[in-house]
C-alpha cells in the first residue's frame, strides 16, 4: 500500500506565522507535488518537485516555498500565512510527472 | 494548456446509476484518470483509462471514453449512500503533471 503521511490534519495559526506543512512517503517516488484545494476551485497546483533538491513552480506559488533536502520528505513553507491562505492542503507523489498520483489525508489549515 | 470540465454536483437516488461526466481540450492526452474524496479525506485513485481504450468496466464502475468529442464519463451502478463524495476527473498531457478538473460533487440520496 501506498503511503502519503502529512503532519498534521488540522492546523490553526496566527496571521503572519512561518507554517511549515510536512509531507513525507514510504514509496521512493521521485516526484511530490502540493496542492491546495477550495470549495468550487478544485485542486491547483502549488509547487512540485521531481529530485531531491529541485522544484518547479506550480499554478499558484506565491505566498509560498517548499524544501526537498531528502527524497521522501517534501515540504511547504508558508512564509508569513495570511487568511487567504485558509485552506485544504494536499500533498500527492508519484512515480513520473505525469502517471497517477497518489494522495495523503490533507491537512485543513486556518488562519485567524 | 489542458482544460478539464466538470459539472460541479450531481444528485441521485440510492439503487440508481450516477454518470459523472468529464471533457477535457488536449487532445493527446494518453492517460485518464477518476479520483474520489470522502469527506475531509484525501483523494483516492478510483480508475483509470488508456487513450487506446473505449471502454474499461471495474465491478460497478464503468468508464467511457470519446476521444473524438474528448469526453470522458465514470457510470455507477446501483449507486449507494456511501457513494457519496467528491469525482475528480484528470488527465496526463505532456510530461507535466496531472490536470485535475474541479470535481463533481455526488450526493446519494436514500
Known amino acids: 500500500d501506498v503511503k502519503v503521511t502529512q503532519s498534521s490534519r488540522y492546523l490553526v495559526k496566527r496571521t503572519g506565522e512561518k507554517v511549515f506543512l510536512e509531507c513525507v512517503q514510504d514509496?521512493?517516488?521521485?516526484?511530490m507535488f502540493w496542492y491546495r484545494q477550495d470549495p468550487g476551485l478544485g485542486l491547483r497546483l502549488i509547487y512540485f518537485?521531481?529530485?531531491?533538491?529541485?522544484?518547479e513552480k506550480g499554478d499558484i506559488p506565491e505566498g509560498y516555498s517548499v524544501s526537498r533536502e531528502k527524497k521522501e520528505r517534501f515540504s511547504l513553507i508558508l512564509e508569513s500565512a495570511s487568511t487567504n491562505q485558509t485552506s485544504m492542503y494536499l500533498c500527492?507523489?508519484?512515480?513520473?510527472?505525469?502517471?497517477?498520483?497518489?494522495f495523503g489525508q490533507g491537512t485543513r489549515l486556518t488562519v485567524v | 494548456g489542458e482544460d478539464v470540465e466538470q459539472s460541479l454536483f450531481l444528485s441521485v437516488r440510492e439503487g440508481d446509476s450516477s454518470v459523472i461526466n468529464c471533457t477535457y481540450t488536449d487532445s493527446s492526452s494518453t492517460y485518464l484518470y477518476w479520483y474520489k474524496q470522502e469527506p475531509g479525506a484525501g483523494l483516492q485513485l478510483l480508475t483509470y483509462i488508456f487513450s487506446n481504450m473505449d471502454m474499461k468496466q471495474d465491478q460497478r464502475l464503468t468508464v467511457l471514453l470519446n476521444k473524438k468529442d474528448k469526453h470522458l464519463s465514470l457510470r455507477i451502478a446501483d449507486t449507494q449512500t456511501g457513494d457519496s463524495a467528491i469525482y475528480f476527473c484528470?488527465?496526463?498531457?505532456?510530461?507535466?503533471?496531472?490536470?485535475f478538473g474541479k470535481g463533481t460533487r455526488l450526493s446519494v440520496i436514500a
Open positions: 500527492a507523489i508519484s512515480r513520473r510527472p505525469n502517471t497517477e498520483a497518489f
Open positions: 484528470a488527465v496526463m498531457s505532456g510530461n507535466t503533471p496531472l490536470v
Open positions: 514509496m521512493d517516488h521521485e516526484n
Open positions: 518537485s521531481y529530485d531531491v533538491k529541485m522544484k
